[in-house]
């Protein structure tokens, strides 16, 4: 009897079947080609997108001997190299694109640049905004004067009174320190570091709180003018790549970058050519 049963509604189990198979099949189709699409074209500043494109868009900006512009348009210094090999590495080639200091965020954020390499400093409130990688270079804060405005001080503490001046580059660590350290001091910041540097060169401000390797060759250049009274940094830093959020797998690239040229000494070699050689500012056709 049940067998009967059975035969009798055969077509309509085989209806419904069917009918159900061609309903998971249009269900799942924007799935599948969700999916399809998200692995065809991935999202820009990706270490997927860059190995794709065959570019890695780098964002720098001008601090001496981090990045230089050259009369010619040349930009040479640490950063170029360490970007240069980055690039290298990952089979692709580096493009370069100069901002302000304060801008150089919001262009990653904005998707106009795959990665930082600025010597950007590590901070928890940084890291809210970007994803860094291990530390791959140290320096510290320093700080130059004017001479000429400075010749009747005591030390660097009588720089924190009203009538003083301090320069910084604006949304920079050195802000953040001069505005601690010299608090009661009235704050100048400028948008590049060669503006401050001629704010202090020629008297404009007292002094200038900027990474140590920009005060020593501003007085090494300038020994008349300008004087690096500090025998040791107002604070020790380090810095590392800065990417978009959400993509572990160009992070773990850049770690593992860092560590096998932390290895192989390469990342020391180029620290010390350009922090701490002289060869390549013979080659400068122009001083900070």
């Known amino acids: 009897m049940m067998a009967e049963i059975m035969n009798k509604h055969k077509p309509f189990f085989g209806l419904t079947l069917i009918a159900v198979a061609f309903f998971l099949h249009w269900a799942l189709l924007p799935i599948v ?87 950007i400093v590590i901070t928890p409130q940084r890291a ?39 320069a910084t580059v ?40 900027e990474h140590e390797a920009i005060t020593t060759v501003v007085a090494l250049d300038h020994p008349e003018i300008v004087d690096e009274p500090l025998s040791k940094p107002l604070l020790e830093t380090k810095s590392g790549f800065a990417v978009h959020k959400g993509d572990p797998d160009f992070i773990n690239f850049l770690n593992a970058w860092i560590i096998s040229h932390d290895a192989d000494t390469w990342l020391d070699s180029a620290h010390e050519y350009w922090f701490e050689g002289v060869e390549w500012r013979k080659d400068m056709a122009t001083n900070p």
């Open 128 to 166: 809210l905004k970007v994803n860094f990688s291990q530390p791959y270079d140290s320096s510290g804060i320093g700080l130059v004067t004017n001479m000429a405005l400075t010749k009747n001080f005591n030390g660097p503490q009588d720089l924190n009174r009203p009538d003083t001046i301090i």
């Open 33 to 119: 080609t969700a999916a399809e699409g998200t692995a065809s074209q991935s999202l820009p500043g990706t270490l997927a997108h860059v190995l794709e494109k065959g570019t890695l868009h780098v964002g720098v900006s001008l601090f001496t001997p981090w990045t230089i512009k050259q009369p010619d348009g040349q930009l040479v210094g640490y950063e170029i190299d360490v970007a240069k090999q980055l690039a290298k590495d990952l089979g692709v080639q580096p493009a370069f694109h100069v901002f302000d200091w304060e801008k150089i965020i919001p262009a990653l954020l904005n998707r106009k640049i795959d990665i930082i390499i600025a010597g």
């Open 170 to 209: 604006t949304g920079t660590i050195s802000e953040d320190l001069a505005r601690r350290v010299f608090s009661k001091a009235t704050l100048k910041t400028f948008a590049t570091s060669q503006e401050a540097i001629e704010a202090v060169k020629t008297g404009k401000v007292h002094g200038y709180v």
